[in-house]
């Protein structure tokens, strides 16, 4: 069973900047073989997602693209994001997540239900 645990959060002013990492276990877990996502959670609205990684392309939500940077390094089997220019909009919990099933992109339109693998959550806080 993966297990993803996420860190990096913490409280900015806006136009500052964080870095989050997941880091993911399991016995034969290769985080490689799955489309890797961060999905956010603001209080009171839905989980989005945020960005997707799998074999080097990548998805942005248009509501930060431009601004947040996904990455993943196999050998750590780790993912990343890389958050600049934050605003107050971006405060909210953000999630590290895995596709269903290995070997497969990750969707044109990512949703939440794609993914059944979470880790349980980061906090961003963005002040203004």
């Known amino acids: 069973q993966v297990q993803l645990v996420e860190s990096g959060g913490g409280s900015v002013q806006a136009g500052g900047s964080l870095r989050l990492s997941c880091a993911a276990s399991?016995?034969?877990?290769?985080?490689?073989?799955?489309?890797m996502g961060w999905f956010r959670q603001a209080p009171g609205k839905e989980r989005e997602v945020v960005a997707t990684?799998?074999?080097?392309?990548?998805y942005y939500a248009d509501s930060v693209n431009g601004r947040f940077t996904i990455s993943r390094n196999s050998a750590k089997n780790t993912i990343g994001l890389q958050m600049s220019n934050l605003t107050p909009e971006d405060t909210a919990m953000y999630y590290c997540?895995?596709?269903?099933?290995?070997?497969?992109?990750?969707?044109?339109?990512?949703?939440?239900?794609?993914?059944?693998?979470w880790g349980k959550g980061t906090k961003v806080t963005v002040s203004s």
């Open positions: 997540a895995a596709q269903t099933d290995p070997w497969v992109p990750c969707g044109a339109r990512p949703t939440a239900k794609e993914y059944s693998s």
């Open positions: 990684i799998y074999s080097g392309a990548t």
């Open positions: 399991g016995y034969t877990f290769q985080l490689m073989a799955y489309c």
